[in-house]
C-alpha cells in the first residue's frame, strides 16, 4: 500500500495544517475525532475529542517512577496527569485534579513550614512534630466529605469491598498523621498518599455512580453539558476506539492515540501544541528524601499501579529491627592450643589452662539443673503483672538453650537504670532518656526507617553521657565544645538507618529535660515509675509483634489489626505509641472481666504460631463461657508460651508489661470493647473471632 507523503513527519512539521484536511467545524464529534490535534513525533498523531489541552503521553518501556518534590510521581502520577487507560483501573480517569469547591482544597495542598510544630523543645534530637491541629482538622474534615459518601451510596462487589478497604486505609492515615510525630518531609508524603487514597476513592464513587452508567447508555449525559469533557477530571490516553467513546460519552477527557500513517483519515479540527510535563502541571524536581524508584517499566502495566499501591500502604507499617538487625556477635570459639612441649612448662609466665600448682585444669560439667530469669524489684520500677511474672519463672533459662546468640533491644531495660552506684548516675540516665526518648522512639514512626538494635551495655553507654552539660560547667569553652561535639557523635550511631533526617542538636546545654509540665530535677517517685513503665510497654509491644513476624506468616490487614486488638488503644502500626493513661488497664486492669478482651484477643493471635500448645486452642466445651480462675489459667499458659518462644528465637529474656501502683494524672479515654452476655452469671464469652468481622 502506498504511503501518502503530503501527511510525512517533514511535510507536517513545515505545514501543520495539512492535518487539517478533514475538518468539519461546527459539526457533532465522534470519540476518535479530533476537536484539536498534532503530530507528536515521526511514529504517533494525538488527538483529542472532548479536551482542550493536548498533554504529552508518558511515552517509553524503562519509565522510571520515583518520588518528586511535591510528593507525586510526576508525569507518571495519575492525580496529575492523564496516564494510559488501564481497564482493571477505570476509575483512574475519573480522579479530580481539582476541586469542585473550597472545602475539598486540603485534598490538593501539602503541609508548610509555617503550620509544623515540633513536638520536645527540649529534646537533644531534632525533626519529630505534628501538624498543626487547625490544619488538620480542615484536611480531616475534607477526606470525611468523602467517607460519607460511602453511606449514601449503594454499592455492589466488586466495587463494594474496594470501597471498605480503602476506608479501612484512609483511617489508618489519619491516625497516622494525627498522632505520630513525623520530620515535616515525611508529614508531607504521608498527607499525599491520604490524598492519593481519598482522590482514587472518590473517583470509584463518581465511577459507579455517574460515569460508567453513562458509557453504557443507562443514563445519558445531559445535553446541556455539550460533548466537552468535566474539566477537573485528570482523563486517559487510549488507541482502543470503543474505550475513547465510552469516555466521550461519559465526559471524561480521552486523548486518543494513533499512529501517524492514519493522519490522512482522522478528522482534526484545530491544532495546538502539546503540552510537556511541567509546571504548574506537575513537579519534575526530586524529592529531597532518601528515596529509591518506586517502579520501571512501561506506564501502560498494571505492575505500576500495584508498586504505587505497595509504596502507599508501606507507610502504614512499622520498621522491625528484630528482623532487620544482625543479632548480637557470639564470641568467637577459641583457637585449639598446641600440646605444651617440656620446655613450656617451665615458662615464668601463667597460663590459663594450668593450676597454680602447674597441674592442668579439669573441665567444669555444665549444669543439667534449670536455671530461672531473674525478676528484679525495686522502689523505681513498676511492678511486673503478677501472671506474667509466674510465666517467665517457668521458663528454663540455661543459656545453652537458645539456638541463637541474644538480640540486643529496641530500647533500654527499665531495670538498666537501677542497677548504677549512685543517686546522681540514676538522676543522669533518667535525664537523659527524657532528652532523647522523643527522637528515639521516632525511628519507629516510618517503615523506610531502619533503626538497629543495641545491647545493655551500649545503652547503658549513652543514658550515662551528661547531656545538661552540667559536668562541664567551668570548663573552658574549647572543652565543653568537644563535649558536644562526643554527645553529638554518640547518638549518631543510634540514628544510623533513619536516612539522615533525625539529627542532633547542635548545642544542647541550654536546654532542661521535661517529663509532661515537670523539669527532671523535681521528679517524684510516681513521675520515675511512669516513665520506667512506658519504657517497659513500649519494649513489650515492640518485641510481641516482632515473635509474632517470626513465628506467624499472616501479614494481612486483618491480623495487623488483631495484634493491635491485644493492646488498649493498640494500633499495629503504632504499637511504639503508649498512651500513660493506659497503664492500669488491657492486661494490667484489675478487673478480670475488663482484662479478658485483651486476653482473648492475644490467645488468638498466638494461635497461629508455630508450636502453639493446645492449652491455647479453643475449646468446645466453653461456648458458655470463662470463669476467673479459667481466664487466669490461660494468661498464665500464654505468658510462659510467650516468654520461652521469645527465649528460644531472640536468645534471651523478654521484657514483659508492668502496671502502676497509682493513676496516672493525664486525661484519658479508656476504649470501648464490645462484650456479649454469658450464657452463665459471672462468666466471660470470648468474642474475640468476631471482633474483626
Same mark, same amino acid.
Not at 189 to 200: F, K
Not at 397 to 421: H, I, N, S
Given at each position: 500500500?502506498s504511503?501518502?507523503?503530503?501527511?510525512? #513527519?517533514?511535510?507536517?512539521?513545515?505545514?501543520?495544517?495539512?492535518?487539517?484536511?478533514?475538518?468539519?467545524?461546527?459539526q457533532l464529534?465522534?470519540?476518535?475525532?479530533g476537536?484539536?490535534?498534532?503530530?507528536?513525533?515521526?511514529?504517533?498523531?494525538l488527538v483529542?475529542?472532548?479536551?482542550s489541552?493536548?498533554?504529552?503521553p508518558p511515552?517509553?518501556a524503562t519509565r522510571?517512577?520515583?518520588?518528586r518534590?511535591n510528593c507525586?510521581?510526576?508525569?507518571?502520577d495519575h492525580?496529575?496527569w492523564p496516564?494510559?487507560?488501564n481497564?482493571?483501573?477505570?476509575?483512574?480517569?475519573?480522579?479530580?485534579?481539582a476541586?469542585?469547591d473550597i472545602?475539598f482544597?486540603?485534598?490538593?495542598?501539602? +503541609?508548610?513550614?509555617?503550620?509544623?510544630?515540633?513536638?520536645?523543645?527540649?529534646?537533644?534530637?531534632?525533626?519529630?512534630?505534628?501538624?498543626?491541629?487547625?490544619?488538620?482538622?480542615?484536611?480531616?474534615?475534607?477526606?470525611?466529605?468523602?467517607?460519607r459518601d460511602?453511606?449514601?451510596?449503594t454499592?455492589?462487589?466488586?466495587h463494594k469491598?474496594l470501597?471498605?478497604?480503602?476506608?479501612?486505609?484512609?483511617e489508618?492515615?489519619?491516625e497516622?498523621?494525627?498522632?505520630?510525630?513525623?520530620?515535616?518531609?515525611?508529614?508531607?508524603?504521608?498527607?499525599?498518599?491520604t490524598?492519593?487514597?481519598v482522590?482514587?476513592?472518590?473517583?470509584?464513587?463518581?465511577?459507579?455512580?455517574?460515569y460508567?452508567?453513562?458509557?453504557?447508555?443507562?443514563?445519558?449525559? +445531559?445535553?446541556?453539558?455539550?460533548?466537552?469533557?468535566?474539566?477537573?477530571?485528570?482523563?486517559?490516553?487510549t488507541?482502543?476506539?470503543?474505550?475513547?467513546?465510552?469516555?466521550?460519552?461519559?465526559?471524561?477527557p480521552?486523548?486518543?492515540?494513533?499512529?501517524?500513517a492514519?493522519?490522512p483519515?482522522v478528522r482534526i479540527?484545530?491544532?495546538?501544541e502539546?503540552?510537556?510535563?511541567?509546571?504548574?502541571?506537575?513537579?519534575?524536581?526530586?524529592?529531597?528524601?532518601?528515596v529509591?524508584?518506586?517502579?520501571?517499566?512501561?506506564a501502560?502495566?498494571?505492575?505500576k499501579?500495584?508498586?504505587?499501591?505497595?509504596?502507599?500502604?508501606?507507610?502504614?507499617?512499622m520498621?522491625?529491627?528484630?528482623l532487620?538487625s544482625?543479632?548480637?556477635?557470639a564470641?568467637?570459639?577459641?583457637?585449639?592450643? &598446641?600440646?605444651?612441649?617440656t620446655?613450656?612448662?617451665?615458662?615464668?609466665?601463667?597460663?590459663?589452662?594450668?593450676?597454680?600448682?602447674?597441674?592442668?585444669?579439669?573441665?567444669?560439667?555444665?549444669?543439667?539443673?534449670?536455671?530461672?530469669?531473674?525478676?528484679? &524489684?525495686?522502689s523505681h520500677?513498676?511492678?511486673?503483672?503478677?501472671?506474667?511474672?509466674?510465666?517467665?519463672?517457668?521458663?528454663?533459662?540455661a543459656?545453652?538453650?537458645?539456638?541463637c546468640?541474644?538480640?540486643?533491644?529496641?530500647?533500654?531495660r +527499665?531495670?538498666?537504670?537501677?542497677?548504677?552506684?549512685?543517686?546522681?548516675?540514676?538522676?543522669?540516665?533518667?535525664?537523659?532518656?527524657?532528652?532523647l526518648?522523643v527522637?528515639?522512639?521516632?525511628?519507629?514512626?516510618?517503615?523506610?526507617?531502619?533503626p538497629?538494635?543495641r545491647?545493655?551495655?551500649?545503652?547503658?553507654?549513652?543514658?550515662?553521657?551528661d547531656?545538661?552539660?552540667?559536668?562541664?560547667?567551668?570548663?573552658?569553652?574549647?572543652?565543653?565544645?568537644?563535649?558536644?561535639?562526643?554527645r553529638r557523635d554518640?547518638?549518631a550511631?543510634?540514628?544510623e538507618?533513619?536516612?539522615?533526617?533525625?539529627s542532633?542538636?547542635?548545642s544542647?546545654?541550654?536546654?532542661?529535660?521535661?517529663?509532661?509540665?515537670?523539669?527532671?530535677?523535681?521528679?517524684?517517685?510516681?513521675?520515675i515509675?511512669?516513665i520506667?513503665?512506658?519504657?517497659?510497654?513500649?519494649?513489650?509491644?515492640?518485641?510481641?509483634?516482632?515473635l509474632?513476624?517470626?513465628?506467624?506468616?499472616?501479614?494481612?490487614?486483618?491480623?495487623?489489626?488483631?495484634?493491635?486488638?491485644?493492646?488498649?488503644?493498640?494500633?499495629?502500626?503504632?504499637?511504639?505509641?503508649?498512651?500513660?493513661g493506659?497503664?492500669?488497664?488491657?492486661?494490667?486492669?484489675s478487673?478480670?472481666?475488663?482484662?479478658?478482651?485483651?486476653?482473648?484477643?492475644?490467645?488468638?493471635?498466638?494461635q497461629?504460631?508455630k508450636?502453639?500448645?493446645s492449652s491455647?486452642?479453643p475449646?468446645s466445651n466453653q461456648?458458655?463461657?470463662?470463669?476467673?480462675s479459667?481466664?487466669?489459667?490461660?494468661?498464665?499458659?500464654?505468658?510462659y508460651?510467650?516468654?520461652?518462644?521469645?527465649?528460644?528465637?531472640?536468645?534471651?529474656e523478654p521484657? #514483659?508489661?508492668?502496671?502502676? &501502683?497509682?493513676?496516672?494524672?493525664v486525661?484519658?479515654? +479508656?476504649?470501648?470493647?464490645e462484650?456479649?452476655?454469658?450464657?452463665?452469671?459471672?462468666?466471660?464469652?470470648?468474642?474475640?473471632?468476631?471482633?474483626?468481622?
Amino acid at each position: 500500500m502506498s504511503v501518502d507523503t503530503r501527511y510525512s #513527519f517533514e511535510k507536517i512539521s513545515k505545514d501543520p495544517k495539512v492535518l487539517l484536511r478533514n475538518a468539519k467545524p461546527g459539526q457533532l464529534l465522534k470519540g476518535w475525532d479530533g476537536r484539536v490535534g498534532a503530530a507528536l513525533d515521526s511514529q504517533v498523531l494525538l488527538v483529542t475529542p472532548n479536551a482542550s489541552i493536548l498533554f504529552q503521553p508518558p511515552m517509553g518501556a524503562t519509565r522510571e517512577i520515583t518520588l518528586r518534590e511535591n510528593c507525586r510521581y510526576g508525569q507518571d502520577d495519575h492525580l496529575s496527569w492523564p496516564q494510559p487507560y488501564n481497564p482493571k483501573r477505570p476509575h483512574l480517569g475519573c480522579i479530580r485534579k481539582a476541586p469542585i469547591d473550597i472545602r475539598f482544597q486540603p485534598l490538593y495542598g501539602l +503541609p508548610q513550614c509555617r503550620d509544623f510544630e515540633e513536638l520536645d523543645t527540649c529534646s537533644a534530637i531534632t525533626g519529630p512534630g505534628l501538624w498543626s491541629r487547625l490544619k488538620f482538622a480542615q484536611f480531616r474534615g475534607a477526606c470525611d466529605l468523602v467517607l460519607r459518601d460511602i453511606e449514601t451510596g449503594t454499592w455492589n462487589e466488586p466495587h463494594k469491598s474496594l470501597i471498605r478497604t480503602y476506608q479501612t486505609y484512609i483511617e489508618m492515615f489519619l491516625e497516622r498523621i494525627e498522632c505520630l510525630p513525623l520530620v515535616l518531609e515525611r508529614l508531607k508524603v504521608s498527607v499525599t498518599e491520604t490524598q492519593r487514597l481519598v482522590l482514587e476513592l472518590q473517583a470509584i464513587m463518581d465511577y459507579v455512580s455517574v460515569y460508567q452508567p453513562r458509557m453504557i447508555g443507562a443514563s445519558p449525559r +445531559p445535553p446541556e453539558d455539550g460533548q466537552l469533557a468535566v474539566r477537573n477530571l485528570v482523563g486517559v490516553f487510549t488507541m482502543n476506539h470503543t474505550v475513547a467513546q465510552e469516555c466521550f460519552w461519559a465526559g471524561i477527557p480521552v486523548w486518543v492515540i494513533y499512529p501517524l500513517a492514519s493522519a490522512p483519515t482522522v478528522r482534526i479540527d484545530t491544532l495546538d501544541e502539546i503540552q510537556e510535563p511541567a509546571p504548574p502541571f506537575v513537579v519534575l524536581s526530586k524529592s529531597c528524601l532518601r528515596v529509591r524508584p518506586v517502579y520501571i517499566g512501561s506506564a501502560t502495566d498494571d505492575d505500576k499501579y500495584k508498586a504505587i499501591e505497595t509504596y502507599t500502604r508501606s507507610h502504614l507499617t512499622m520498621p522491625n529491627p528484630f528482623l532487620t538487625s544482625t543479632a548480637l556477635q557470639a564470641p568467637s570459639a577459641p583457637v585449639p592450643a &598446641t600440646p605444651s612441649s617440656t620446655r613450656e612448662r617451665y615458662e615464668p609466665y601463667k597460663r590459663s589452662n594450668l593450676s597454680r600448682r602447674g597441674k592442668e585444669k579439669r573441665l567444669k560439667q555444665a549444669k543439667s539443673t534449670n536455671a530461672m530469669f531473674e525478676v528484679m &524489684t525495686h522502689s523505681h520500677l513498676p511492678p511486673f503483672i503478677t501472671t506474667w511474672k509466674l510465666g517467665l519463672q517457668r521458663v528454663n533459662a540455661a543459656k545453652e538453650r537458645p539456638p541463637c546468640p541474644p538480640m540486643g533491644f529496641a530500647f533500654p531495660r +527499665p531495670d538498666l537504670f537501677v542497677t548504677v552506684q549512685t543517686d546522681a548516675k540514676f538522676r543522669l540516665m533518667i535525664t537523659s532518656w527524657l532528652r532523647l526518648h522523643v527522637g528515639l522512639l521516632a525511628r519507629f514512626n516510618d517503615a523506610s526507617y531502619q533503626p538497629q538494635l543495641r545491647n545493655h551495655q551500649t545503652w547503658r553507654t549513652i543514658l550515662q553521657i551528661d547531656w545538661l552539660d552540667e559536668q562541664s560547667q567551668g570548663f573552658s569553652f574549647s572543652s565543653r565544645a568537644r563535649g558536644e561535639q562526643v554527645r553529638r557523635d554518640q547518638v549518631a550511631t543510634f540514628l544510623e538507618g533513619c536516612q539522615g533526617e533525625l539529627s542532633v542538636k547542635a548545642s544542647v546545654s541550654d536546654q532542661r529535660a521535661q517529663w509532661g509540665d515537670k523539669e527532671s530535677s523535681s521528679l517524684s517517685l510516681e513521675d520515675i515509675r511512669e516513665i520506667l513503665w512506658e519504657l517497659a510497654e513500649v519494649n513489650f509491644r515492640l518485641e510481641f509483634q516482632a515473635l509474632d513476624r517470626k513465628l506467624c506468616g499472616n501479614e494481612s490487614v486483618r491480623h495487623q489489626m488483631l495484634i493491635g486488638r491485644c493492646f488498649p488503644n493498640g494500633k499495629a502500626n503504632m504499637l511504639h505509641r503508649v498512651p500513660l493513661g493506659s497503664a492500669n488497664y488491657g492486661l494490667a486492669h484489675s478487673n478480670w472481666l475488663e482484662r479478658a478482651p485483651y486476653v482473648f484477643a492475644m490467645r488468638r493471635c498466638m494461635q497461629e504460631w508455630k508450636n502453639c500448645p493446645s492449652s491455647l486452642s479453643p475449646s468446645s466445651n466453653q461456648k458458655g463461657g470463662y470463669s476467673e480462675s479459667e481466664v487466669e489459667v490461660i494468661e498464665q499458659e500464654m505468658a510462659y508460651f510467650y516468654a520461652e518462644s521469645f527465649f528460644m528465637n531472640f536468645g534471651r529474656e523478654p521484657i #514483659f508489661p508492668c502496671n502502676l &501502683t497509682h493513676t496516672p494524672d493525664v486525661t484519658y479515654v +479508656p476504649e470501648r470493647r464490645e462484650r456479649a452476655q454469658a450464657a452463665r452469671p459471672s462468666f466471660y464469652l470470648d468474642i474475640s473471632q468476631w471482633e474483626d468481622s
